[in-house]
Structure formats: structure tokens, C-alpha cells
């Protein structure tokens, strides 16, 4: 890579708010909007590799967007993104992004469930369920975990 190339490389990463995990090096990025889906749906079960949940899902977003620093949605993520005139691909319904948030609902029989990210993104199981941001109804969600959809993918 020429030197001219290089320096305005690293003048572009030095713009960047990124979070560097101390111990796995790992990189994160800070305001960060929608930079694309993931071409496969998965259940809230997200593998890559030999990895599983968060980690799984930032691997799959670093390569959708083409970014070591990409990783799965945060809703203020795609708020910001939405608030600045962004649109979501409507080719899914439906797409996996991430709250930290649990609650406990009543479905209509009467039972109660509890939805916290499929206990983050690790588990399939029909009873369990997560957030999903609704691309056509352009608002978040309920989703059973055991469901297969997107990624949404955020990068700076």
C-alpha cells in the first residue's frame, strides 16, 4: 500500500469511536447506523465458526459490511439511523438486533413467557423469545427465538 494510501487510512480509523475489548483486542464500533443484513436468516442460535451468540454475530456483521468493527444492531442504532433518513431492506420482515433488555409478558392464553435475546442469541428454543425490528412496520417487536431471520449489522 503506497504511503499516501496508508496515511489517510489511519487518519480515517482515527475519526472512528471505537472500543477495543482489553482482553481480546476485539474492536467495537461507537455510533455506529445500519450497514447491512446478514444474507442467511439463522434462529436467535447465531453460529459462526466455533463461535456462538454476540461474538457469532459480530463476525457475521464484520464480514456483511466489510468491517472488523461492525457487530449486531443496537436500537438506538437503527433509531438514529431511521431518525436520518436510512431504510431498512423490506426483503425480511423481520431482523435480529440487539436490546440488553429482558421482560415477561402474558400471551393471550394466559401463560407467561420471558424474552431477553434468546439468552444472548444462544438459544433456539421455542420458548423463549427476543426483540426484532420489524423492517415494514418500521418499529421493534417480538420474536420467538427459534425463528429465522436476518442481522442487523451496524458499523461508524
Known amino acids: 500500500m503506497p504511503l499516501a494510501a496508508l496515511d489517510a487510512k489511519l487518519d480515517e480509523l482515527a475519526e472512528k469511536s471505537v472500543y477495543v475489548n482489553?482482553?481480546?483486542?476485539?474492536?467495537?464500533?461507537?455510533n455506529a447506523g445500519f450497514c447491512g443484513a446478514?444474507?442467511?436468516?439463522?434462529t436467535a442460535e447465531i453460529r459462526s465458526g466455533d463461535d456462538v451468540g454476540y461474538v457469532a454475530a459480530q463476525r457475521i456483521c464484520q464480514d456483511v459490511c466489510g468491517s472488523k468493527t461492525a457487530h449486531l444492531c443496537t436500537s438506538n442504532e437503527l433509531v438514529r439511523y431511521l431518525a436520518t433518513g436510512g431504510t431498512l431492506p423490506t426483503s425480511h420482515?423481520?431482523?435480529w438486533y440487539a436490546t440488553?433488555?429482558?421482560?415477561t409478558f402474558t400471551r393471550g392464553d394466559g401463560t407467561k413467557e420471558d424474552a431477553h435475546s434468546c439468552r444472548?442469541?444462544?438459544s433456539a428454543s421455542g420458548?423463549?423469545?427476543?426483540?426484532?425490528?420489524?423492517?415494514?412496520?418500521v418499529r421493534p417487536t417480538w420474536?420467538?427465538?427459534s425463528a429465522s431471520r436476518p442481522i442487523?449489522?451496524?458499523?461508524?
Do not use: R
Open 127 to 137: 420458548q423463549e423469545g427476543a426483540a426484532v425490528w420489524g423492517t415494514k412496520l
Open 93 to 95: 420482515d423481520y431482523l
Open 152 to 156: 442487523a449489522c451496524c458499523e461508524e
Open 38 to 42: 446478514s444474507s442467511t436468516p439463522t
Open 100 to 103: 440488553g433488555v429482558g421482560w
Open 22 to 30: 482489553p482482553d481480546t483486542q476485539q474492536n467495537y464500533s461507537l
Open 143 to 145: 420474536s420467538n427465538c
Open 120 to 122: 444472548g442469541y444462544t
